[in-house]
């Protein structure tokens, strides 16, 4: 079945430290992808996307993230972490078809320490 | 107003009242969700319409009940609700619906309480 994983539930980092949020989707043909934020009480903001093309794509509020096929990942990252990143970090993958149907994972919380 | 809109955007419900959710958006888009997030769990879709016709219902129990009037608004009319639907209800939008490369807009969410 197709799904996503991401592993880390929660993870803390230091204000000013890089952070890498981990995704993975299940094999089979490439999904596009995408990396969502939900602050506390809010609705899911997206950050990025990767249809094709270059595998490293930028995104908004200094993210980045890196598709790579061998490994089915789409890991997100920022090289320096600032307060008001603190958030929910939503991987999601849309394997085409008639109802453009995103499948998430379950999120991974993240904490920045002062 | 821009992008998606939703209305309440708390809403606290006995297990007998009927109540309606609305959601709106403001960026011309054809294709309209409703998602459920629970506590711990993936967000589970729920509903699609396209151009005002529903092309997907996620096995969604029938105490609720979408309605799309046009391509702008979507109502989530709830009835007779568990306390076990308890969630964050997320309404979405996006151009079009084929391929999968269209993009979701979210609102902010209804925060539902069933008592």
């Known amino acids: 079945a197709q799904s996503v994983t991401q592993p880390d539930i929660h993870i803390t980092v230091s204000e000013g430290a890089s952070l890498e949020l981990r995704c993975n989707y299940s094999y089979g043909a490439t999904p596009y992808l995408f990396w969502y934020v939900q602050s506390p009480g809010q609705g899911l903001q997206l950050l990025l996307k990767?249809?094709?093309?270059?595998?490293l794509v930028q995104g908004i509020k200094g993210f980045e993230a890196e598709f790579k096929r061998s490994q089915s990942s789409f890991n997100l990252r920022k090289p320096s972490v600032h307060w008001s990143d603190a958030a929910e970090y939503f991987c999601a993958a849309n394997y085409g078809g008639a109802t453009n149907k995103l499948i998430f994972g379950t999120g991974t919380l993240l904490a920045v320490q002062p | 107003e821009t992008g998606v809109t939703q209305t309440p955007r708390h809403l606290v419900m006995g297990m007998t009242n009927k109540k309606s959710l609305k959601c709106e958006q403001h960026l011309g888009h054809n294709a309209m969700y409703w998602y459920k997030q629970s506590a711990k769990k993936p967000l589970e879709l729920m509903f699609v319409?396209?151009?005002?016709?529903?092309?997907e219902n996620n096995s969604v129990p029938s105490r609720f009940s979408p309605e799309c009037p046009n391509s702008s608004h979507l109502f989530l009319h709830l009835h007779t609700l568990q306390p076990e639907d308890s969630a964050l209800y997320l309404c979405a939008s996006s151009q079009g619906l084929a391929g999968g490369s269209y993009e979701q807009y979210f609102g902010p969410g209804t925060r539902l309480t069933v008592t």
């Open positions: 990767y249809f094709s093309g270059d595998t």
């Open positions: 319409y396209n151009f005002k016709e529903q092309t």
